[in-house]
């Protein structure tokens, strides 16, 4: 198996823009969470499913910020309009009986 | 102006020394811990879990311990080589894998070689 697939690895993008990022989790795995880190406040859970319903968005900073898992295999996070104080890296990780495995990570840039 | 981040401890062995990582774990209810392994520019990669039924697991190299009436956790590496220079974090868990993680603040491991 790939692992968890995220895209892209690096955004850079002006402030007001929309941004889309997007997760392929592990094949088989039925939870799937978004996680932000920043130097300021480490990692910090942004929002989860379980077989592609979200149980707890509590972290999403705000109305600019939503996700979705349309399926089993596929998910995205989207922030309109972006602000600079976004600018973080951006993990996604899925599980299955076990702790989460993550993927690589976008790097956002808002500028 | 320069924004001031998270202040990691950081642990510094010798090559071939073992190491020992603790962490303070928040939440009594927690009853699923994790150590993850985060090299630069990589995502946090697992290392070892333990449940609350257990006070000691082992795998390659590495031992976690738990001890629940203190809320305490630890990683010990041994022989560690520059290969495990990396930040280390602690996460707890309500339920395995179907409840979110909640991570500590990490610690930075430094080999000298």
């Known amino acids: 198996d790939a692992g968890v697939i995220q895209s892209p690895r690096h955004e850079v993008t002006e402030m007001g823009q929309e941004v889309t990022l997007r997760c392929k989790p592990i094949?088989?795995?039925?939870?799937l969470f978004w996680y932000r880190q920043t130097m300021m406040r480490g990692l910090e859970l942004l929002i989860y499913?379980?077989?592609?319903?979200?149980?707890?968005d509590s972290g999403m900073p705000e109305d600019r910020f939503s996700a979705k898992m349309p399926n089993a295999s596929f998910s995205t996070l989207k922030i309109q309009p972006s602000e600079p104080r976004d600018s973080a890296v951006y993990f996604c990780?899925?599980?299955?009986?076990?702790?989460?495995?993550f993927g690589q990570g976008t790097r956002l840039t808002v500028v | 102006g320069e924004s001031v981040g998270l202040h990691l401890p950081t642990l510094s062995v010798q090559e071939g020394d073992n190491s020992i990582i603790n962490c303070a774990y928040s939440?009594?209810?927690?009853?699923?811990f994790i150590w993850y392994k985060q090299e630069s520019g990589k995502g946090p990669q697992f290392i070892i879990d333990?449940?609350?039924?257990?006070d000691k697991r082992q795998g390659q190299r590495v031992t976690v311990l738990l001890n629940k009436t203190v809320k305490h956790l630890s990683l010990q590496i041994a022989a560690t080589q520059p290969g495990d220079s990396a930040v280390y974090f602690c996460?707890?868990?309500?339920?395995?894998?179907?409840?979110?993680?909640?991570f500590g603040s990490g610690t930075r491991l430094q080999v000298q070689p």
């Open positions: 990780a899925s599980s299955l009986l076990t702790g989460a495995f």
């Open positions: 094949s088989g795995h039925n939870s």
């Open positions: 499913f379980n077989n592609n319903v979200p149980i707890d």
């Open positions: 939440n009594s209810a927690s009853d699923y």
């Open positions: 333990i449940r609350s039924n257990m």
């Open positions: 996460a707890e868990s309500l339920d395995t894998g179907r409840r979110a993680l909640t």
